[in-house]
Each structure stands twice: as structure tokens, then as C-alpha cells.
């Protein structure tokens, strides 16, 4: 008899020293604080008074114990806010932070909250709950930062909120450098993660564990029941680089990206939620590389994306990688997994490039397939059929399916007995929740299967087990996500609603003192008129200015000095232009960034509006990122050159603009190139930005361009150009096309205006 | 308070089935053997009747439980001998083999004993006890196998003897392809491994534990309190190649390696004791790469290795190194240690060869130092002062010493405040065991250190602590090894004593007639006279054939077919041919390997002999091993060809020969070259060959040689040419010597004779 029970009787054999009730102590300003930490002992509290502590560098250091640690709190959760250039440091073992609001700052540092002080003050079993970290953003995106440093070992982030991280760099790190840090066990619980918006280049991750150099380590790292929404940072929300990290019962709220198994090995993704949309391909699922993982009781609702973001996108691997590459996928489980309406949900071999050894070193190339892999009890379901569930990149040889199950015509190239077609019926149980209807009880038995013993909502599984993530009976209330049971809970990141303000103006002078009163979301209204500029007009908030109807435009003249623009967008500046006549004097911008400080997105919409006479349309600088420029039904005539979103020029993966639509407006008259988009740099984990160029008439433009080139799009992955006409452009490429990336013009007229061009594998500089 | 003591109380619910007595099934034959593993139940024993078992293949599968196994045993242990074409696989839970005898033969799979039948078929829980495997090693030496397989978990060798394997593959492997063998726990305990001859290329080693491909993976296998003797099959005794692996306790006496920590990461190396020897540069210690390794209360004895093979090498690694390649060394530990009269002992950023870009791929230049590596409280001690007891191949800025101890002054290039020198008294307790006359208890507290509890011979720290990896009292006992204590209970390796016969002989008949009758050791004493001699004289056993007196020599003439040799070395032939004249008739060798079967190492030692007339006087064929040939003190002339020991020419790192020791001979009109001895393709885990080219006369020799080249050592590592006369040779370099393993001429006189010539780096053929 094999199975033993044992009954551990734990006997104290020490009586402990009675519970001290340690001194509390009320601090008002740095000096007090500084005094505090330094006479604090086990049990103790320091309490910070509420209200503004600027410019403060926290160092709390200290050894509390288990049953008494010592205690950093706000007064009243979120009443202290940390503002200014700060940041706090927390070396020590069994220290408490509670109830502290960052925000209208960033840190000097390398963090926000650091689990250390230096290499030698190391937290250990120190916790940091209830606080928030809201826009602490650097000013430069390109600075790069951490907002949490964990370091040492047992350490925990619990009900905190994290949001607005717009500068380089993952929100969080794990550091792994070390043999203090391995076997960490820390706990990354109940927060709430996000939104994080686009960065428009690599280092925009939401979580890292470990990173290539240390990607050997044993973490032990625990992600659990956190909401992760709208992290859109990059194509990586987590990038797990150490082994045997632990992701449970997270829910990822449409973010588009994926979770993905970069480096090491052996970790398990159990229990978590992915919810995409209709409308995205950016949200994504797992993405697996390496050794001896399992996925196990993860649902996944409407996650559409391809490739590298599909639901469950196993990648093929480098033979014999670098360090810093792909290793072959081998001994990977995938189990007992729902995947609802979503579209072509496994993908295997992702990223195999076999083809493009001409224009990449061998260590680039994954050819190596997933081996020793087994895909057994998951279940596709859809309600509209799905004929491609699988599609491989490459042979399928090493992937064992068993027992999978799908209710609709499986045509994909891979066929395999393992995937049946079976009428499985579903329940609806809230907008993104289905449910079986019965459990699906043919069940593979894999090695080590009787350990899966729970479903995604904890369910037990042992007395009605079932093929997928669910089984019966499921509680009502798990098809909601209840948002207080995540981050801070004295936070509530539920917008201010903006107040649609109108202000109609007649003047310059009017336009102009509008602008500095408005507020977020205010419409200035624009009497027909000439508006006579001589200043540049900031953009630092949402802005419409419009003239009311299309047909009576006013006209805005700018006369500022050279290479100054008519409208300088800064951080955060949203504009809306529409109904206006925009003119220059040839030698300034309709539209230009800040060259400094644009340490977060701004947007920019153009329509029915006619711009005319300037040098550039659009100059945007290094270290500025527009998430969406759109151009609809406008006429841009007699300028020197058009948008230029090419200043993004080190080649590390960043670019200017996320997306660009320019649509049904018409390009006169443009002596160079109408748009220059550039992204440099090898880097896959940028997968921007993205070009729409549609129904455009363009003419008379490009003459002096020297690179030939009309519509520069070198490096932009999306680019989609159809329905335009091209009408005598004097230049010998419309665009260069990126084969690889299935870049095709459509239906375009093109008349005495050179040609477009494919090419199908881009050379690259390389970036590691 | 944090430390609780826990008590656990074992209860057993449910009371234990009365343990039924299993039934005991004797079996002659493998039908009857078969039929019993068939009906084997839980608690049965199956006992192989005493005898041979010859060309078996024993496939032992069932269930046992922990307290019943299923035991398959020798009738009497020892006395139960596998052999001719044979082996044993174990597949199933609780399986016991105990007391058999594997000899005389070979496996016709991949291993002796495997632990696993198939695929499906594993071994888990099940033991191989009290058994022998000797010399049963396949008939040519480049067939691989493995002795031991470990596949599964928790499977053990205990108390077995391993020895002779000389055909290629490590002893034991333990496989981890596929999570069903991984966080295996395997117990590889009191055994006795070795002797296992130098091989004479890679694949040589005794242990290796996991792969390249698998290094990633946890494999938790302990090896603990066994004796190696002399295994000298290659470069690394021990090839770690995955996680987490224990040695503690082993003795690794005289073998001519490392236990290398080759691949796979946070392995433990604690409380074991290397053995080396006054002569030889071949025994090493611990050779280090990769991270977290734990390196602790070794101690170190007469190790004078160089680079690869010393003390303790730590390497430099590959920046992102490939999978297969170095991985930088980092959060090493080496603590606690003892080197007793090594030969600087200390070597690190062993392998840097950043000067030899030009010849090596990107991913060969070892550039990356060690980092974040502690090596304190350690113990040097040199009867004789050793001025460089600290090697560094690169600058060590990644180490921190602290706390170690040296009797001697220290020149080294690094000169550490971590290295004191201080007076050190040791008492001698054996021949290669020193102990500390008291402790120096200076100590440094490194991270963790509190948890290194014990020394090198598990007495506790915690009395009275001190450096190095002995603490004081010790007892007697521990400076003898009680071989005894190592493998089968019932087998000896002591050698069977020779008895050295002399037979006299005065005519060719009775030479055949004497060779036929010898035995291993026998003395052939040849009258003077001449010996006809038509066919070639097998030698597969230690022979001499002499004249009695070197004045009275008698003459062998031989007249077999043209390319037969007169002395035909056959699989652990030996001979020893003195004062003896031996002629050929200028199509025949005088010495040539056997084609096939040469599975182990032949040696020829030629002494005050003159030959002449042949075509070549050695002819080595593919596959076969010599691990000495020495020509003292003879005369070579009038052939046309000298030794070859060049058909390993597959370039994967074999060669024909271990040494090679030509010394006060004289070589007179050979045609082509008068040695060529080659080996081929780029190989680190291949240290040799070696040539001693000493005090040598070679006169008119060299003519017809096409490459130009009288002695040709290509990819020959060790190479000593010194004090030689070489006149009118036509010929334009005496030899080509590679400057990178500090090849070069010493005092030889060169008239007419062409000249030496010194690569630097030498091309070779990349084998991975």
C-alpha cells in the first residue's frame, strides 16, 4: 500500500513571546519619516499624514517579523498621494506598504517601488497592498524605467492598481540576478493591471519575470487573480523569462498582446481568462516557446488574432538557440483548454522562417518544431464555424492530439483523430461566458493528468470531469468580472466623465483664449472668417475646433516664425480639425510635435478640412508617439513635404505612430514624399504600426522626392493602399511594398506615376 | 519567532493488507524466465538459476509495491553470468535485480541495462542492486552504447562494479526526454566505477547525465558515495548536462578527467575527494560553466591538471551562447574547499580565446567572464610552495575571494585580499589525506553558507567551524579507502596475478607453437638465429618476445603476403619485441592492427630492435586504439613508410594512439614520412594525442613524402620534438607544430633537413 496518510500534529515547543502591540508613529514630513524608519522595530507602524508628499525618495529598511512586521502607511489609503520626482525603496525583511497614491510625477530612478534599497538592502517577505500608480510616467517614453522592481525573495504585490505606463520599459520586473533572487516565490495577487496604451515600439510589457541573461533561474513567481485590461504596451502583456513561474486565474480584458513563454521553462498557465473582441487582431492568447510547459483550464472568448497573437501560438525554435533566441518547444502540455469563437486558435510552428536564410544569420532561423507536445481534452467551440480551427507553418509531427473536441468542420491542413467534430452544445452565461451544456466526459489520460484536479473557476473536477476549461455545475456570478475584487480598493479607475463644453469663438483673440480655458473634450466652434495665427497653438487635451458646417468654413492663417507649426500637439493632446481652411506661408507646419516631453500619445483627426501652403504637414519628433492620425475627406495641396513619421531613426523597433488612416482626401501639389512612416530595426516584438491609405486622389506630387518613393512605409508591418488614383507623379515607386508581411496595393489607378514595388524579405539591421 | 518545530505524527488509517510472503520461482532457462516475469505479482522473487546465461535478452516488467517488490536475483550472487550477445531492460514500479554477473559479451541494443523496455514501458521505483558489468564493451570501439540507462524516476544502482567499457558512449547516461524522466531523483549510490581506459577521443565518459538538448530540464539525480578509479575514457569523468543534480561524497581516485559541469545549472558538488598523482597532468578536479553551481567541501589532492583539467577550472562562457555551447558562469559558489599540493589550483576564464576570431565561428569565442561568483573560505596547502596558485585567462572582475587561506607566498597575477597567505600546519593522516592541525576559523558568512552544515566527511560544522573541507576531530579511518564498501559485495577487481613464464624457443615452430600456448605475462626468450616467419603472429595478449642478450639477437624474417604485418596487434594485445632483428621484404609491416574487433587498447613496446625492409612499420586501422607505443633505443631503416596512426579521419576528435614515445632510435632511409599520426575535426573533450620525439637520429629519410612534412601530427595535441639529428632529409618541414598548445622544437640539430614550422591556430572541422 502505497498511499500513506499522514496527520502532522504541530507542537510548539516554545512558547512565543507574547504579541507585542508595537509603537505607532505619525509622520508629517521627510525628516520625521527618516527618523521613523530608522527607530523602528518589529511591531512598529509609521503613519504618513495625508495630503501631497513631494520630491520624496522613501527608503524603508527594517526587520519586522511574521506575526509583527513593521508598517508603512498612508493616514487614509489614497490621501497620501507621492507626487513630484519620487520614489520609495524598501530593504528588509517583513515590511508592510499600505494605502500610498502615486501619481503627477515619475521616479529618479530605476523604479517606482523597488524591493531593494541597494545590491546589498535586499527585501525579503515585505509586502506592498492597497496603493496605486497612476501616469507616473517619464517625460521621455524613451527613458526607461520599472514602476515595480521586485528583488529577494517572498515578496508580494497585493490589491494594488497600476495604470498609464506610457515610457519604455515593463511595468513590473522580476530581477533574477542572483542567487538572493531565485526560488522567489514572490506574489503578484489581486491587482489590477492596466490599461497600459500602446508604446509604438518594444519594452512596453506589463509584467516581466527574469530576462535572457537569466532566463536559467528557478523563479517560483505566482501571478494570480489579477485583471490585466487593456495592456496594449506590446505584443508581450508578460514576458516569462525564468522558469517555473505560476500564471492563475487571471483574466486578461481585451489586451492586445499575449502572454508569452519567451524564456524558461516548465511553468504553468492555469485557470486564466482571455477576452478579445470582434473588432481586434491585436489581442492575443499564449504564445509558447521552450521546455515543459503546461497550459492547462484556460478559456479563451473571441481572441481573433494570427500569428504570433493567436490563442495558442507555439512557435517553432532556433536548433541549438542562443540564449536570447527561441528554443525548440518539447514537452509542452496543452489540456483541458476552451477556446469560443475564436478564429484559427492553434497555430504550431509560428514564427518558422526557413525560407529567409538570404536575408537573416542562421541564429535567426526556427526550424526546429515542437516535439515530445501533447494537446489532449480542449474543446473549440463557435458559433458561426470556424473550417481552419489549426494551422501550422510547418510539418506537425511532434504534437500528440487526444481527445480534443470541436463543433464545427475542421478543414485545416492538420487533421488529426485527436480533433473530433462533435455537437457540443453551449449555454450563454454573460456577453463573453459559455458554458457546456453537458461535460464531455472522453477524456485522454496523459502522464500526470490525474494531478489537473481543478477547472478555470477552482471547481473541483473530481466528481464531473470534463473535456475544456469548464465543468458543471458553474456558479451565475462567474460570468462577471467584479472589478472591486482587483487592485487598490479605495481606487476606482472609472473615468471622469468629460464635459462636452462648446465655445464659439469669432477672433483670433477668442480662438486663443478658448484654448487655454478649455477643458478636456471642449468644442470650439469657429464663426466663418479669417483667423490670423502668428503663435503656435498647443494641444495638450481633447480639442475640437471646427467651423459648424462644412460649407462655411473659416480659414486659419499662420504666420509664425519658420519650422514652427500651427498646432503644437503635447503629451496627451487630442485634436479634431474639421471644416477648416488651414494655410501657411511655405515655410512652417500645419501640424508638429513637441521635440521634448511627449511622454504620452496624442491623437490627431482631420476632416473635411483643406491644408495648404506649408512646409510639412505633419513633423513629428523622436521620442513623440500619435496613437491614431486620421485624414478623412480632406485636401492637402502646395506643401513642401506631407506627414513625416520618421524620426523614430536609432533602429531598435520604435515608430512615430501607431495607426494611419488616410482616406478620401486628395494630395496636390506635394513636392516630396506625401507620407514617410518608418519603423528600423529587426524586432518582433513590434508588430506596428499600421497604414491605411484609401480612395485618395493623388497628383502633381513627389517631384523633388529623392528616394523616388511617393508613400514611405520602410519597416511599417500593416499597410494596406487601395482604391487611390494616382495621376501624374513624377516619381518612380508609388510605395515599396513588404511581401513577407502579405503587403499587396489593391485596385489603384495609376496614371504616369511609376509603379509599386515588393519586396518580399526586408533587410534589417539587427538589434541584439 | 519563524522556526517552528514540527512533529509529525504518521497515522495509518487504514490498517496494511498483512504483507503476503510472495512466491519464490526458481528459472533455468529464459522460457521459464519469461513465464515468471509474465505471473510476477507484487512480493514475488525470481531467481535465476546459477550458470551462464548466455545470449539473453531479459525483458523484467510488473508491478511491485514499496513493500513487495518483484525481485529478479542470481541464485547465488555473482555466480549468475550474462554473456555472449545480451542484456537486461526494466520496466515497471518496485522492480528489483540483484547479483548478476554481465561479462564476455555484449549488448545488441543501446544498453546493458536499460530502465525502460520502451517507450511506454518505464522503469520507476525499481533498483538494480549487487551486480557487475566487466569489459562487456562491443567489438569495435566506435559502436556506441551505454551501459546504464536511466529512464523514469526514482530508480537506483547500488552497490554495483562497472568496468572496462573501451567502445564509445558514456557508462551511464541518464536520459531526460520527456517529463516522464525528469525531476527523476535517481540514486547512483556505492558504486565502483573504473577502470575505464583512455579511448583516444570523445564519447569516453563514465557518467553523463542528460544532453545538450535536455540541459534545461530539472533532473534532481543524486550520486553519492561512489568510488571512481581510474576512469580515464576521457576529458570529463562526469558530464553534467541538466539541473539540479547532487555529487557528494564521491572519491575520484587517479582518473585522468573532470567532473564537469558541462551543461544545466544549480548542481551541487559537495564533500567529495579527488585523488591525482606526482606524475600526471591528466587527473583534474571540478571544471565549471553555467550558473548557481555549489561547490563545497571537496578536497583536493595532488591534482596537477592544467586549463581544462585543474583543480578547479572555471571557464569563460559564449555571450548567449548557444544551446550547445559555454554558458558564462554565474552565482557560483565555491566554499569550504581543501587543495593539498595541486598545481594551481585555481584556474579561471579557462577556454577565453578571444585572440583566435579569425579561426573560430562567433559562437566559439568564449569572451564572457565569470560573474557574481563567491569563493571563500578555502584552503590551500603546498608542502612545496606553489607561487601561481591563482591562473587567470582573462581579468577576474566577476569573483569575489573572501576569506581563503594559503601556507605559501602567492604571485599569482591576481592577488586577492581573499587569499591570505598564513601559517598553515597540516597533519598527515594517509598517503593522500591531510588534515588541518586546528581549524582556522576565520570565516566569511556568504549568502546561504549558514546551511553548509557538514564537511567532506559529514561531521558537523556546527561545534567548531573552520575553513576548507575539514573540521576537526577526524577519524583514522578516513584517510584509507575501504574499497569494500564500493560495488558488488561478492566481486573483487583486484587483478589475477601473472605469472610471468619465460619459454625458450630456437625455431620458428616453436615461436607459433609457444605464442599459441602463452598466456597473459609469458616471456618468449628466442635463441639466436634466424626465425622464418610466413604468416602473421597474432598478438591479443601481454607478450615478450626477446633475445636474451642484446648482443645475441636473433633475426625474424618475415615472408607473409604482401600488406600483412609480421606482429598482428589484436584487442588488448601487448607486446614487447627486444633485441630483436626484424626484416621484411619491402611489401609487408611489421606491425599492423587487426581491421575489425579491436574493442580495446592495444600497446607495443619496441626495444633495441632493428627493423628494416617493409613497407610501413606500424599500419594502424580505423577503429583501433593504442594507448602506448614506444621504439626505445632501436633502428628503423629502408622502408618506405614509418608508423601510421592516421585513419581516424572522420574528423569527430578520434584518434589512433594515446602516446607515442620514439626516443634514442635512429631512422635511416624511410621513403615518406617516419610518423604520421592525425586527429581530426575541432574537439575540446579530446586532450591528446601525445609524442615524445626524443634524442632521435633520422638520416636520409623523407624523400617520396608528399606533403613535404617528415613527422606529421596534425590535430596531435601534445607534442614534444627535442634533441634529435636530422640530416639530409630531403624534405621541407621536419614538422608542423601548433603554436596555440605551445608546440615547439627544442635543441635539435637540423642539417639539410628543411625546418620547423608553428601555426598558431590551426583550422579544424567543426564536429557540432
Redesign the interface.
Known sequence: ??N???????????S??KKEIGNTIKVNNQEELKSAVKNAVAGDEIILANGVWKDVQIKFYGKG???APIVLRAETSGKVTIEGVSDLKIGGTYLEVRGLYFKNGYTPSNSVIDFRIDSKTIANNCKVLDCVIEDFTQLNRNKEDHWIEFWGRHNQLDHCSVTGKSNSGPTILVAL????H?NNYHQITNNHFGPRPRKGGPHGETLQIGD???S???SYTNVANNLFERCDGEVEIISNKS?NNEYRNNIFYKCEGSLVLRHG??CTIDGNIFIGDDNSEFMGGIRVI???HLIINNYFYKIKGKEFRSALAVMNGVP??????Y??V??A?VAYNTFVDCKTPWQFSVGANMDKSDVLPA?EIRSARPD?MIVANNIIFNHQGDEFPIKAYDKVDGVLFKNNFINSVNKSDVKSDGLKTQNLAMTKLSDWLYIPTVDQKELYAG??FENIKKDVFSNSRAAANGTGAIVLPVDKSKGTINKKAYGAHWFSDEAVKETSKTIRVASENELTEALDKATSGTVIELKKGIYKIAASLTIDKKITIKSKDQKKRATVEYSGQANTPTFLMGAGGNLTLENIILKGEKNQHAFATKEKEMFSAYNLKVKNTEISDFDGVLNAYKDSFADTISIDNSVIKNCKRGLKLADENDDLGEYNAEFVYITNSKFENVQSNILDYYRGGYDESTIGGNLVFHNNTVANCGKEEKSGILIKTQGIVNVAISKNNFLNNPIKYIAVLWGEKNQQPKENTITNSGEFKTEQNLKQKMM?
Chains 1, 2 share one sequence.
Open positions: 500500500m502505497r500513506l496518510l499522514f496527520f502532522c500534529v504541530v507542537l510548539t515547543l516554545f512565543f513571546g517579523t511574521k506575526d540576478k542572483g542567487n538572493e531565485i535572457s541573461n537569466t536559467m533561474a528557478p522558469n521553462n516548465y521552450n521546455t515543459g541549438k538557440s542562443p540564449q536570447n533566441r528554443n525548440q518539447t514537452d502540455v541564429q515530445r502522464f500526470e541584439y
